[in-house]
């Protein structure tokens, strides 16, 4: 039997209860598909000790902005995912569980959302499952030997779970750098494979950094504003929000003792063979923030701001060290590789050409030519903060808008 419902959101994460909000408000029929057995599963996948990176201001889902008293602190993974449960409960949004879409073709009158176990018929389809789908692991992987014990960052959890020996991190984004980091401040001997990921000050000139890139205008970006349209898939920051957020610098890991590698080639039994781009990793980072904080001070000077001065440290350590090519992982003591190498996401689901070549939708702020069929929730959707708790609702609610006015 085939249910007639007027709007199906597919996804319960916050592009998904940011549009049900908005939705509910306006008085129409609804439901959200979403494929786990509870509320925010995306935050339950993240580790014991895991924080938001962004501070508290910039919790804003519709109707439960931060009202607290620490704007600048950082939520603990419990306390996200408490958010959302008492988000929807709050809201008595109509979210099922355990429904996993399988397909969503055009009828006549629509769409037919199909799941394992029901079909239904919808006037609107809004596409919410975000972009960090499958963990994204490199096929080369399989040549590792069975003694080498590997897995996604996604399924981290804490140090004691691994089993005894160094650790290898392939990725330095913002998981990689947190989990290498939360390794070796145990006493772990850890090698961190490095990627192109930008650094970050946590804070600068007496404020975090995330209120001078409001202040800048970065959140509002396009993607006409990057190099080029695939930039908007680049690496996250290196940062953390853990023990009221520090900020994060490869440099220092060296310090620390952490042996800083380039991106691994290839992998074979018990060795990998890596890129002579260490260096170059390194520069890009050094000089992402450079630029940055050349780009606050001038607006400092021309708004004529009461900021102290500051002069951030000029770590080098990882130019010093002796860049590896080759490394046999049983020699070096490493039984553990965490691959913090992202996720890779897939509409496959959508049964309409409405992808670009590199599988992400062409759509206007989240409305595609296909009516009734929207997207949300996804970075630089409209803007860079279009996939981040401090913006998805204002896509959510263009998205309401556009599913209301297009039955008048």
Not at 76 to 90: E, M
Not at 103 to 131: C, R
Not at 275 to 304: C, G, N, T
Request: glycine share 10%; hydrophobic share 35%; charged share 25%.
């Amino acid at each position: 039997m085939t249910t007639h419902v007027d709007t199906i959101i597919i996804g319960g994460g916050q592009g998904g209860l940011s549009t049900s909000y908005y939705l509910k408000q306006r008085g129409r029929e609804h439901i959200i598909l979403e494929q786990a057995d509870r509320a925010a599963k995306a935050w339950r996948e993240r580790w014991d000790s895991f924080t938001l990176i962004t501070p508290n201001w910039m919790i804003r889902l519709p109707g439960a902005e931060y009202q607290g008293d620490n704007p600048d602190g950082f939520t603990s993974r419990d306390d996200i995912i408490a958010y959302f449960g008492d988000y929807i409960k709050r809201f008595d949004l109509p979210i099922r569980y355990g429904c996993r879409v399988t397909s969503v073709e055009p009828i006549k009158l629509g769409y037919l959302v199909t799941t394992e176990k029901q079909k239904f018929e919808a006037a609107n389809v809004v596409i919410a499952t975000g972009m960090f789908q499958q963990p994204k692991i490199p096929a080369f992987s399989a040549n590792l030997s069975a003694e080498i014990h590997q897995f996604h960052s996604s399924e981290y959890r804490n140090p004691k779970a691994l089993p005894d020996g160094a650790a290898l991190v392939v990725g330095s984004a913002q998981s990689g750098c947190q989990i290498a980091e939360e390794l070796y401040q145990t006493g772990r001997k850890v090698y961190l494979s490095v990627g192109s990921a930008p650094r970050l000050p946590r804070r600068y000139r007496g404020k975090d950094i995330t209120r001078w890139l409001h202040e800048l205008g970065f959140n509002n970006r396009t993607v006409e504003n990057l190099p080029t349209p695939k930039a908007k898939f680049a690496g996250s920051a290196h940062g953390t929000g853990k023990d009221g957020g520090h900020t994060i610098n490869l440099h220092q890991f060296a310090r620390d003792g952490v042996v800083l590698l380039g991106h691994i080639h290839s992998a074979k039994g018990t060795r990998i063979v890596l890129a002579p781009d260490l260096k170059e990793s390194l520069a890009k980072a050094d000089k992402f923030e450079a630029d940055l904080v050349k780009q606050i001070d001038e607006y400092v000077e021309r708004k004529e701001l009461d900021a102290p001065t500051e002069t951030l440290p000029n770590l080098r350590d990882g130019y010093e060290a002796k860049e590896i090519l080759e490394l046999d992982l049983k020699s070096a003591g490493i039984t553990t590789v965490i691959w913090a190498t992202s996720y890779k996401f897939d509409f496959g689901l959508v049964k309409l050409p409405v992808f670009d070549e590199d599988g992400y939708p062409v759509q206007k702020r989240g409305v595609t030519e296909f009516p009734g069929l929207y997207f949300v929730g996804l970075p630089f959707l409209h803007t860079v903060k279009s996939g981040l708790l401090v913006g998805v609702g204002d896509d959510a609610a263009h998205i309401a808008s556009a599913i209301t006015a297009k039955d008048q």
